[in-house]
């Protein structure tokens, strides 16, 4: 299979992902893209600098002038998988989130590796390899949870309405 034709699957699966579960129904609508864009820019801010310094590559990507990364998987593959992990783990006590995480970032990581040593969609470079990847993905993921609990914390100690339920505004 060509690289082209395995990035036009991965957008596609991306792209009907994203639709199916950013629109679930269980949990907070508004929580799942909070997440969905919170892991674009942690994303952002961890590729960045590993693209400048040249340990992962991506050869084979849309809009190359443009974009040094991989955008497929860097805004819409990794805050998708990033959605569904914390859709998985939204009631879970903290232990088995923690750990849950590597049901996610380990099949990631080992998919990445598989493309690096199969197509050439990305490249590791100095030593980069698996472990490194599955290390940013799980710090990642273990990052935008826990930003949003804090949001959720945050929003019902200071957050809401400033109306309370009984109180309502007059129309004039």
């Known amino acids: 299979m060509k690289d082209r034709t395995i990035l036009h699957l991965l957008t596609l699966f991306g792209i009907g992902g994203s639709i199916i579960f950013l ?32 340990y992962i590559k991506y050869p084979t990507r849309y809009m190359p002038k443009l974009f040094d990364s991989n955008i497929v998987f860097l805004y819409i593959l990794f805050p998708l998988s990033c959605v569904i992990y914390n859709q998985f783990t939204y009631k879970m006590k903290p232990l088995y989130s923690m750990l849950s995480v590597f049901l996610f970032s ?8 598989w493309l690096e040593k199969n197509t050439d969609l990305v490249e590791y470079n100095k030593g980069w390899n698996s472990f490194y990847s599955i290390s940013v993905l799980t710090f990642s993921f273990w990052l935008v949870k826990y930003f949003m609990e804090l949001i959720r914390f945050l929003d019902s100690k200071i957050g809401g309405s400033s109306f309370s339920d009984k109180e309502t505004p007059k129309s004039y």
């Open 23 to 54: 629109l679930r129904k269980k949990g907070e609508l508004k929580d799942w893209f909070l997440i969905f864009f919170i892991k674009t820019l942690v994303s952002t801010l961890f590729d960045g600098p590993a693209i400048k310094k040249k």
């Open 106 to 113: 380990g099949p990631m990581a080992f998919f990445e590796g």
